[in-house]
């Protein structure tokens, strides 16, 4: 298929690029590298440097690569904490963005849509793990938007029959050889586990061991990136067949913070000094995914479940790109 990628010099939709390339799909990358790296995109693929906000860029892309069979939904502002500062660069410019690519993807004809949502969609769940007809009641502004771009896909699917997927990740971590997670600032904890282990940085900050969970410390569902791209892949490739739907990601094991510095220690041999510090507000103790729905359908399984690989993975990459992609840019 010909598929649009918005966001591919990023992390995720970088990676997943390449894979979808490697299965023999043509690939057109929108970013306008606002976190994004040159770097990052395949050679093999198109590049369009443009920013959702511009309408007429948009226009202009879609004439001059018609026949588009489907799009990747992956550019975004995503830092939970910066949007409970600046709540308009999401509930708005995210908004409006995924609407302006809706709008023109639904004049020229695409008919399939892979939205990348977030575990942030379930701020307080009932149950553990958390299945997708959990209540959705989101931690953020950034979560309030992936749950209103979910509503603007509803519709879509009714008004324009555009069948769409919405994957709910959990924690995406874990790099290839050749791509890996480069953002400024970072946020992501095994990135920034890695940089201590590479002498970036004195030391890891854990927010809070009060929470009630076996140490006292958040738990997550780490999943790979890897796995992630699958996902999209599966996704795209059954929603003719099966229709729109919305699915949770994750491993459906978690991890606390402490174990994950703690396999940080045991794969890179640093010692990796931490500091604890008072919780962050709007953290939930855990956040566990059931990709029950996932595996039955789709027959989605992951590869680099393990904690410990997904860090080698990490590391593997960080050590070959101490300073990101500025060491190959
Ligand atoms: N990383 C995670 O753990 C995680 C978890 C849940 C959901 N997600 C979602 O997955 C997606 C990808 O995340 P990521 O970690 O790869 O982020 P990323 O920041 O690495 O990638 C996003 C890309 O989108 C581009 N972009 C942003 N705004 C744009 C705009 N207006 N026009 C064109 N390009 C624009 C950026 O330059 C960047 O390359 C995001 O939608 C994010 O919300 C990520």
Same mark, same amino acid.
């Given at each position: 298929m010909k598929v649009l990628v918005t966001g591919g010099a990023g992390y995720i939709g970088s990676i997943t690029s390449a894979e979808l390339l490697a299965a023999g799909h043509e690939v057109i990358v929108l970013d @306008? +590298?606002?976190?994004?790296?040159?770097?990052?995109?395949?050679?093999e693929a198109t590049f369009v440097e443009a920013d959702l906000a511009d309408r007429g860029a948009l226009a202009r892309l879609f004439a001059e690569h018609p026949?588009?069979?489907g799009i990747m939904h992956f550019a975004s502002y995503t830092l939970v904490g910066e949007s409970m500062e600046k709540p308009f660069l999401y509930l708005r410019d995210n908004v409006v963005n995924a609407a302006n690519l809706l709008e023109a993807a639904a004049a020229n004809g695409v008919e399939r849509f892979i939205l990348s949502s977030t575990? @942030? +969609?379930?701020?307080?769940?009932?149950?553990?793990?958390?299945?997708?007809d959990e209540r959705i009641v989101p931690g953020s502004p950034y979560g309030e938007s992936k749950a209103m771009i979910e509503r603007l896909l509803h519709w879509m699917e009714r008004v324009h029959g555009m069948r769409y997927t919405a994957l709910r990740y959990f924690n995406a971590c874990g790099d290839t050889p050749g791509r890996g997670e480069d953002h400024d600032p970072e946020t992501h904890l095994i990135p920034l586990v890695l940089q201590v282990a590479l002498g970036q940085r004195d030391h890891i900050s854990i927010?809070?061991?009060?929470?009630?969970?076996r140490d006292g410390t958040c738990v997550r569902d780490y999943v790979h990136v890897l796995d992630l791209a699958q996902a999209h892949i599966l996704a795209l490739g059954a929603l003719d067949e099966r229709g729109s739907s919305r699915y949770n990601i994750g491993n459906g094991e978690g991890y606390t913070v402490l174990e994950v510095i703690e396999t940080a220690r045991k794969v890179t041999?640093?010692?990796?000094p931490s500091i604890v510090g008072p919780r962050r507000p709007g953290d939930p103790a855990t956040l566990i995914a059931s990709s029950d729905a996932l595996r039955r359908d789709l027959g989605w399984a992951p590869r680099h479940p393990k904690l410990e690989d997904i860090m080698a993975s990490a590391w593997a990459w960080h050590q070959s790109h101490p300073h990101g992609y500025a060491d190959s840019e």
């Amino acid at each position: 298929m010909k598929v649009l990628v918005t966001g591919g010099a990023g992390y995720i939709g970088s990676i997943t690029s390449a894979e979808l390339l490697a299965a023999g799909h043509e690939v057109i990358v929108l970013d @306008n +590298l606002y976190q994004g790296h040159r770097a990052a995109v395949p050679p093999e693929a198109t590049f369009v440097e443009a920013d959702l906000a511009d309408r007429g860029a948009l226009a202009r892309l879609f004439a001059e690569h018609p026949g588009i069979d489907g799009i990747m939904h992956f550019a975004s502002y995503t830092l939970v904490g910066e949007s409970m500062e600046k709540p308009f660069l999401y509930l708005r410019d995210n908004v409006v963005n995924a609407a302006n690519l809706l709008e023109a993807a639904a004049a020229n004809g695409v008919e399939r849509f892979i939205l990348s949502s977030t575990a @942030n +969609l379930f701020d307080d769940p009932e149950r553990m793990p958390i299945a997708e007809d959990e209540r959705i009641v989101p931690g953020s502004p950034y979560g309030e938007s992936k749950a209103m771009i979910e509503r603007l896909l509803h519709w879509m699917e009714r008004v324009h029959g555009m069948r769409y997927t919405a994957l709910r990740y959990f924690n995406a971590c874990g790099d290839t050889p050749g791509r890996g997670e480069d953002h400024d600032p970072e946020t992501h904890l095994i990135p920034l586990v890695l940089q201590v282990a590479l002498g970036q940085r004195d030391h890891i900050s854990i927010f809070g061991d009060d929470y009630p969970t076996r140490d006292g410390t958040c738990v997550r569902d780490y999943v790979h990136v890897l796995d992630l791209a699958q996902a999209h892949i599966l996704a795209l490739g059954a929603l003719d067949e099966r229709g729109s739907s919305r699915y949770n990601i994750g491993n459906g094991e978690g991890y606390t913070v402490l174990e994950v510095i703690e396999t940080a220690r045991k794969v890179t041999g640093h010692p990796i000094p931490s500091i604890v510090g008072p919780r962050r507000p709007g953290d939930p103790a855990t956040l566990i995914a059931s990709s029950d729905a996932l595996r039955r359908d789709l027959g989605w399984a992951p590869r680099h479940p393990k904690l410990e690989d997904i860090m080698a993975s990490a590391w593997a990459w960080h050590q070959s790109h101490p300073h990101g992609y500025a060491d190959s840019e």
